[in-house]
């Protein structure tokens, strides 16, 4: 594993990438925070990362004044029900879609009282986030793997937002373990299929 993160590490740094290293959640949330600080960044959008859950830098940055603005169709209702996930894959099972619509209209993102189709309601939170993908000044995305052999992040999503985090907002930052590390396209081709 260290050959790997060396390999990886000076992979992304030959790519034009800052590399920081932290040793726990403190330093992780303190790294974070300085970067959006010498960027001026007032709002960060971010997707896919059970890694800033785990360290609960949603609610550490938000102390320090950033808009933290999750947007997984998931982690977006649980982050506006102020719950924790309940499922690493499916966070928000344990939530009806009535509680969301509900939620929904008392938050002003559905104007269609009572209406809880499923279709509905993703379309509102689509229309909801467009305006804070603008608006941010960051992104984040976690990372499902990073390849050693070429420094490349592969972020596995099927909403869609993650690229909007990753395209959008002109500073994106990675959020990853150094469990995440493989060595090659030739492993990646494995993991993936695992990961499925």
Known sequence: LAQYLEKFSKRLEANGVIVHWAEDAKE????????LHKHE????????S??????????????????????????????????????????????????????????????????HDPTYLTQC????????????EAGMTGCNFGVAATGDCVV????????MCTAIPKLHIVAMGIDKVIPNYDSLAVFQRLLC
Do not use: W
Request: overall charge negative; proline content about 2%; charged content about 35%.
């Open 28 to 35: 992780f949330n303190e790294t974070v925070l300085d970067i």
């Open 156 to 163: 596995c999503t099927n909403e869609g937002n993650a690229d």
């Open 50 to 115: 059970m890694l800033t859950e785990e360290c609960e830098m949603n609610k550490y940055l938000m102390a320090k004044g950033i808009d933290v603005v999750e947007t997984d169709l998931g982690e977006r209702i649980l982050q506006l029900m102020d719950l924790k996930p309940s499922h690493i894959v499916v966070p928000a099972a344990h939530i009806t879609r009535d509680e969301v619509g509900d939620m929904f209209e008392e938050k002003g993102i559905s104007k269609d009282i009572g209406n």
């Open 41 to 48: 960044v007032k709002k960060l959008v971010k997707s896919k």
């Open 125 to 136: 939170a689509r229309y909801s986030l467009r305006e804070e993908f603008i608006e941010a």
